[in-house]
């Protein structure tokens, strides 16, 4: 179950550098300046903004969704499908390692699903872009949130009957309740872990050695459902309290502590002054050959979990390469461990050399 980790684990290395560059793009166009920072901007994202024109027409906002499918061991090699709130689909095949990454149409919440190779399917959901895990403890608490009826009706008509961001949470906050004894054995806070969200590898650690010590089972009738949690040789390990207690248990969106950082938070101009202990934050800088004393904000990102760690994680291949649109190259890109640069070049609609600058800091 080991997997090599990246600087952001399923949203490594250029793919983060793309998205950051695209808020930073969003921040720039807020300050009224030219069309050719904003310009830069979009390149640096590589690609068009999400709601911009491009080409001939006005392609559809998608929201990109990462995360991990698990049991303990990874789901590998599986179809996981998207559904957002207008019902419309999207899919995406797990990698060996159980990560994922999946484009579908805006529209949050998103349900998620994904079947492992004993038939059993596994729910999750996403209340915006970013990380959504799959594992059979999202599956407990969207169960919950769905009121314990069968989550095949849930699935079938997410458009009519998703549930709120907040009950997810509620419901999150009661699974931490139940296995508070077995995640705080593996060392994960029970307090403040969230299920969907949290960074964790498929690697027999923290949150995942919790997978491999439960096996989750539902027995549905027409309308509701129960569900039983053993171990592998079949003991039970917890018996479910639907009305269990979260007093103290403050589930959140923006974290967990399962193996990530906090909060990914983007500023323009300083960063926080009260950052994550052990996060990392990410400075960028940037630089446009030709515009003179045109101020260009520099914009920190905050709460990273971690780094790249090399000058290929930094640089990417051919996923860096083959997002860029017509007329942008990239021309050098380097990484000292600590600050990474790219230089690039725009040819349409104008011509541009630039260059932009990341500063790692841990906090």
Not at 51 to 69: K, N, R
Request: glycine share 12%; with cysteine; hydrophobic share 40%.
């Amino acid at each position: 179950m080991n997997r090599p980790t990246t600087w952001l684990d399923a949203a490594a290395g250029p793919a983060m550098i793309h998205r950051t560059a695209h808020r930073a793009a969003r921040s720039l166009r807020a300050l009224g300046l030219s069309l050719a920072v904003v310009s830069l901007g979009l390149t640096a994202c590589g690609g068009g903004d999400d709601d911009a024109p491009t080409g001939g027409g006005t392609p559809t906002p998608t929201a990109q969704i990462t995360g991990l499918a698990a049991v303990g061991a990874p789901i590998a090699g599986a179809t996981v499908t998207g559904t957002n709130v207008r019902g419309e689909t999207a899919t995406a095949t797990t990698g060996s390692d159980g990560t994922y990454t999946l484009s579908i149409a805006e529209g949050a919440p998103y349900a998620l699903q994904v079947t492992d190779g004993e038939g059993n399917t596994w729910a999750s959901y996403a209340q915006a872009a970013g990380r959504a895990n799959i594992t059979p403890l999202t599956t407990l608490a969207l169960s919950d949130a769905w009121g314990y009826k069968p989550l095949a009706d849930l699935l079938a008509a997410w458009q009519a009957n998703a549930p709120s961001a907040e009950t997810v949470l509620a419901a999150a906050a009661k699974v931490n309740a139940n296995l508070q004894a077995q995640l705080r054995a593996q060392g994960v806070d029970p307090t403040a872990l969230n299920v969907f969200t949290s960074e964790f590898s498929a690697n027999g650690q923290g949150l995942d050695a919790v997978l491999d010590a439960l096996r989750v089972q539902f027995q549905c009738s027409a309308g509701s459902c129960t569900q039983t949690i053993t171990s592998p040789e079949g003991n039970v390990v917890v018996t479910w309290n639907a009305g269990i207690s979260t007093t103290g248990f403050t589930v959140s969106w923006s974290g967990g502590s399962a193996g990530g950082g906090g909060q990914v938070n983007v500023n323009l101009g300083a960063c926080t002054a009260t950052p994550v202990a052990g996060t990392w934050s990410m400075v960028v800088e940037t630089s446009v050959s030709g515009l003179g004393s045109v101020p260009i904000p520099a914009i920190c990102v905050d709460g990273l979990p971690g780094k790249p760690t090399s000058e290929a994680d930094f640089c990417g291949g051919s996923d860096t390469l083959g997002a860029l649109p017509t007329g942008v190259s990239i021309v050098s890109c380097s990484f000292d461990g600590t600050v990474g640069t790219i230089a690039a070049r725009i040819t349409s609609p104008i011509t541009l050399d630039y260059s932009v600058t990341y500063t790692f800091v841990q906090r």
